[in-house]
């Protein structure tokens, strides 16, 4: 017996000691890949000497004779820091990740590849002028740099992931941060999804009048009444509808509410305490880990520009020079249509045209799959665009027998110059230089906010598609693609575009909110982004006579919900106060308690406040309560509440209080009696999760930023050192937006937000300040992963400074690039 104790004890302690060395090889390997920010450098790719200097949040600041190798630069410390980041954003726009994580991805490449992103930016390279073509092309020089020295110097392959993921890596080309480019505008829009759910919502409705209440138009000047869908297509059934498919992994398609969002806005000399121009940028995308934002300054021929990168993108996105700021919002212009194309009943290959059948343009593409055969799939173009999969946002719910949908996209364009427009932009030194910069943009439709050193400005960039005055839906529903008054008639010339120079009241801004209503088909959109933060951003900006990059800063982290103000005293009116005395421990006590705790609220989403819990929760319930008799479970889709939905019922607009009415019961309820029912609901899930002491319930707990690796934040054991969770204040509709998953167990995580922070002031421009959600570095061992994320949380910035000599004080590395000769 002792003897065997002595053997497992030998044995046990073997195995320890085999685990911690592992363990500790498997650290060496993974520190190899961490960067040398103090070293010198020798490469023939750059003319010149040129410094990156590292400061003490791990900003690149970029010094060089020539702009050429100052883009070489910023390529190789973007491969420094992110250069697995740039892989997977590559491999999504070529469709080519289950190369590296198998078949669960095969769906995402294969819409990836349905829409060619990529050979539409191998396409527009040519299509660039001069400067962007040699930035591309030397951005691209010190990317391959930086891959070249990680395989000579065997440096741990550049990131720990790829030990993971042992495919080689490509040589980095221009038409890959086109492409790079390209898929932000795919993350940036949403309408192909809305056409689709107003289509399915339609088909679902025995009312017809409802549908603008559920998909309701953003408050100002009505339009036109829209036809229902089954008078566009009789041959489809009215029906239940089903819930939509869940996307697949890493599918850049937007879910529903999920589109780009942002804040920005400026004021003028006049509304200004230091006498200069100001302007605050906030650009709202899904939160990661890494963040999808990286802090860079560049020193050109024509001046220092410093702000907002994207790994893959050699161009400052969001940011300042001495001269000039901008901020970019999402337009929510309606820049896609979904067409209908009829098939030849004799021949498959063939769809209607406005001239007769005529064959789709076709392709084959072979799918490499990691463990698994590759898979062939044949690509299909109409005149109007790529052929989509019905499974996509469940488009076969809305396309007949005999029938295929296609997408009409601005972005699906050989001739993209958006980034040539984003690269003048930031050579631009005054407003008029940056509103001529950007006429070339096509997509993403953004709204661009600008202050130079005298005046502020907001101008509406990039294409918007023309459509006919008999288009038949007015790009609301999906149309016939063989009717040529469907069909796009090319795009409005840009000075149509809405713009405001130097407005009168010295404000301008924008929070996704309605920019112009005009009337179709003139019109920009149908569907906006916000109806709520644009209210409380008017207050905040009209409350003083002048601001200041304080009180630019107090409006960015601003979390009062005007939402809450707004349809708490609506939805409460019946129930304040009025029900009787109940003992402790009964449902309706703590109903009286969650009633009392929000008619003393002042609808400030802080953190630590049990009310916005309790807020957030009846809301949910009470939307879910109101549609899921109607619709049945594709109100499973309205994952996110719509206020102005709410309050339309709730004022009975239009004869909207229908919908408090259950159909299937046979006592009329009233909107009072969902209000009551709903808030019991919201109750009593919360107690299943957080406890039954309301009072002790904190907002931070459900309201958590998640900050999710892609691909490694679901392995077990390493999602704890590479996601980052916090609790965070905001909401929905707040201007410090924290817009909530709304699926799964945990619907009031906040995983879309501002990964970027700016405010700039030019009276005194070094002063001013920004930050990103997470840190510099995307590697998980580096001290700069996650280091700027709880300044982010806390609401705190970094100096953003373009002095030379600030840059270099305590700069934690100094990067020397030099040509071979010295």
Same mark, same amino acid.
């Given at each position: 017996m002792t003897l065997l104790i002595q053997w497992l004890l030998r044995i046990a302690s073997a195995l320890v000691i085999l685990s911690v060395c592992a363990v500790i090889f498997i650290y060496y390997l993974a520190s190899r890949s961490l960067p040398d920010y103090d070293k010198i450098l020798q490469t023939s790719a750059v003319s010149a000497s040129v410094d990156i200097v590292r400061d003490n949040a791990n900003v690149p600041h970029i010094f060089?004779?020539?702009?050429?190798?100052? /883009?070489? &630069?910023?390529g190789y410390a973007h491969a420094q820091d992110r250069l697995w980041q740039m892989i997977m954003l590559r491999r999504t726009v070529q469709g080519r990740l289950s190369e590296a994580l198998g078949t669960q991805t095969l769906e995402t490449d294969t819409l990836m590849r349905r829409l060619d992103l990529a050979g539409h930016a191998r396409a527009s390279v040519s299509a660039q002028d001069a400067g962007t073509l040699v930035a591309l092309k030397a951005y691209a020089n010190g990317v391959n740099t930086r891959i070249d020295e990680i395989n000579l110097n065997a440096l741990g392959r550049g990131a720990p992931e790829l030990f993971m993921f042992p495919q080689s890596i490509a040589p980095w080309v221009p038409a890959d941060s086109i492409g790079i480019q390209k898929l932000m505008a795919l993350q940036m829009t949403g309408h192909l999804e809305n056409e689709v759910l107003r289509a399915r919502v339609s088909l679902a409705l025995s009312d017809q009048k409802r549908l603008d209440d559920i998909l309701p138009l953003a408050p100002g000047t009505g339009v036109a009444a829209l036809p229902e869908y089954a008078a566009l297509m009789p041959d489809m059934p009215r029906y239940a509808a089903s819930d939509t498919a869940p996307l697949s992994p890493l599918s850049p398609f937007p879910r529903y509410g999920m589109a780009g969002a942002s804040n920005a806005w400026a004021a003028a000399t006049s509304r200004s305490a230091s006498g200069g121009t100001l302007l605050a940028s906030d650009p709202h995308l899904g939160l990661s880990a890494p963040a999808i934002w990286y802090l860079a300054r560049m020193e050109l021929q024509t001046g220092g520009v410093i702000g907002g990168t994207i790994p893959g993108i050699p161009a400052i996105i969001t940011g300042r020079s001495d001269a000039l700021g901008w901020g970019l919002t999402a337009a929510h212009a309606d820049d896609q249509d979904? /067409?209908?194309?009829?098939? +030849?009943?004799?021949?498959?290959?063939?769809? !209607?045209?406005? +001239? %007769?059948?005529?064959?789709?343009?076709t392709r084959k593409s072979i799918i490499s799959i990691k463990d698994a055969a590759p898979v062939t799939v044949t690509l299909s173009w109409t005149e109007n665009g790529p052929v989509l999969p019905g499974s996509l946002y469940n488009i076969a719910a809305v396309t007949p027998p005999g029938h295929v949908a296609a997408l009409g996209w601005t972005a699906l364009s050989d001739k993209d110059t958006s980034l040539s427009a984003i690269m003048g932009l930031m050579r631009a030194r005054t407003i008029g230089a940056a509103v001529a910069s950007t006429e070339s943009h096509i &997509?993403? *439709?953004? +709204?661009?906010?600008? &202050?130079?050193?005298? +005046?502020?400005?907001?101008?509406?960039?990039?294409?918007?598609? !023309? !459509?006919d005055a008999k288009h038949q839906s007015k790009g609301r529903l999906p149309s016939l693609g063989w009717r040529t008054e469907n069909r796009w008639q090319g795009t409005f010339p840009y000075p149509t575009n809405p713009g405001f120079v130097s407005p009168l009241g010295g404000i301008v801004g924008n929070t996704n909110n309605k920019v112009v209503d005009r009337p179709f088909p003139l019109h920009m959109s149908y569907v906006w982004g916000d109806s709520q933060r644009v209210e409380r951003w008017r207050r905040l900006m009209q409350a003083r006579e002048v601001h200041t990059r304080d009180s630019f800063v107090e409006a960015q982290l601003d979390t009062v919900s005007y939402t809450a103000r707004a349809l708490l005293p609506l939805v409460g009116a019946d129930l304040w106060f009025t029900s009787e005395a109940a003992p402790d421990g009964t449902r309706e006590r703590q109903r009286q308690r969650a009633l009392t705790l929000l008619s003393e609220w002042n609808g400030e989403m802080n953190e630590h406040l049990p009310e916005p819990l309790l807020f957030a929760a009846w809301m949910r319930a009470l939307q879910d309560r109101l549609i899921r008799d109607q619709i049945g479970p594709l109100a499973d889709s309205f994952t996110h509440v719509d206020p102005v939905f709410i309050e339309r019922v709730f004022r009975d607009i239009d004869g909207a209080s229908a919908w408090c009415d259950v159909r299937q019961s046979a006592p009329r309820e009233t909107c009072a009696d969902m209000a009551r029912r709903a808030l019991d609901d919201a109750l009593i899930s919360i107690e299943e999760r957080y406890g039954s002491q309301i009072e002790a319930l904190r907002w931070g707990d459900a309201h958590q930023a998640v900050h999710n690796h892609q691909v490694l934040g679901n392995v077990p054991i390493l999602r704890f050192f590479v996601n980052i969770r916090q609790s965070t204040s905001g909401g929905d509709n707040t201007l410090q937006r924290g817009l909530t998953r709304g699926t799964g167990p945990r619907p009031f995580e906040n995983v879309h937000a501002a990964g970027y922070r700016g *405010?700039?002031?030019?009276?005194?421009?070094?002063? =001013? *300040?920004?930050?990103?959600?997470? %840190?510099?570095? %995307?590697?998980?061992? =580096? @001290?700069?992963?996650?280091?700027?994320?709880?300044?982010? @949380?806390? %609401?705190?910035?970094i100096p953003m400074s373009l002095d030379i000599d600030l840059a270099r004080a305590a700069a934690v590395g100094v990067t020397r690039i030099l040509p071979p000769d010295r």
């Open positions: 060089g004779e020539t702009d050429q190798d100052v /883009f070489f &630069a910023l979904l /067409f209908i194309e009829e098939l +030849n009943p004799d021949n498959s290959q063939e769809y !209607r045209t406005p +001239n %007769g059948f005529a064959p789709f343009k &997509a993403p *439709v953004l +709204n661009l906010t600008l &202050a130079d050193k005298e +005046n502020i400005a907001l101008k509406v960039i990039g294409k918007l598609p !023309r !459509r *405010v700039y002031d030019f009276a005194d421009p070094d002063s =001013s *300040v920004f930050i990103i959600s997470t %840190g510099q570095s %995307g590697h998980f061992l =580096s @001290r700069f992963y996650d280091d700027l994320a709880q300044l982010w @949380r806390r %609401g705190e910035y």
